[in-house]
């Protein structure tokens, strides 16, 4: 059994969310309150800490140097520097430039996703981020559910499945 990754002597310490940053490191929310179970105890309780959340971030520190990261904005981008950053390996930032693609090129996205789709070098993380812009844009055509369901990656089968 392995141990335990994150431990705390206080008391009133509550990881309640963890995420990966697009720095590599993670970040831990801590509601960090006395009171555990709210049902038990009434809203008007003065032990109810209101203001002292806190947020942990946790980074690599042994010996291989991290990759330098730059953060970056990406809502200035144009859609072909969005489309060729779908393959990004971490899953929050593909997410947020899958979020800007649909919601603020969602006509002219429709023809350079598919055909980012169609390319045999397009990456596994690419081609489930074009699933789900296409079928948010509603232009998700079946050849591409059945691309995915055949593809060779399971994670791909089941975003078609999906």
């Known amino acids: 059994m392995e141990?335990?990754?994150l431990v705390s002597e206080d008391p009133w310490f509550r990881p309640v969310d963890i995420k990966t940053g697009p720095d590599g490191s993670m970040y831990v929310a801590d509601f960090y309150n006395r009171i555990i179970g709210h049902y038990?105890?009434?809203k008007e309780n003065p032990e109810r800490d209101r203001t002292s959340g806190r947020?942990?971030?946790?980074?690599?520190?042994?010996?291989k140097s991290p990759e330098k990261y730059t953060a970056k904005d990406w809502s200035k981008s144009p859609l072909e520097e969005l489309i060729n950053a779908l393959n990004t390996p971490q899953l929050n930032t593909r997410m947020?430039?899958?979020n800007l693609i649909s919601d603020i090129y969602p006509k002219q996205a429709i023809e350079?996703?598919?055909q980012l789709m169609q390319s045999a070098t397009t990456g596994n993380n690419s081609f489930?981020?074009?699933l789900w812009i296409l079928y948010r844009l509603n232009a998700l055509p079946e050849d591409m559910i059945a691309k995915a369901l055949?593809?060779?990656d399971p994670i791909v089968q089941v975003?078609?499945?999906r």
Not at 55 to 63: D, F, R
């Open 3 to 5: 141990e335990d990754f």
């Open 159 to 161: 975003h078609g499945l």
């Open 112 to 114: 350079p996703v598919k």
């Open 128 to 130: 489930v981020q074009g």
């Open 40 to 42: 038990e105890v009434p």
């Open 55 to 63: 947020i942990w971030k946790i980074s690599y520190t042994g010996n």
């Open 96 to 98: 947020m430039i899958s």
């Open 150 to 152: 055949n593809h060779p």
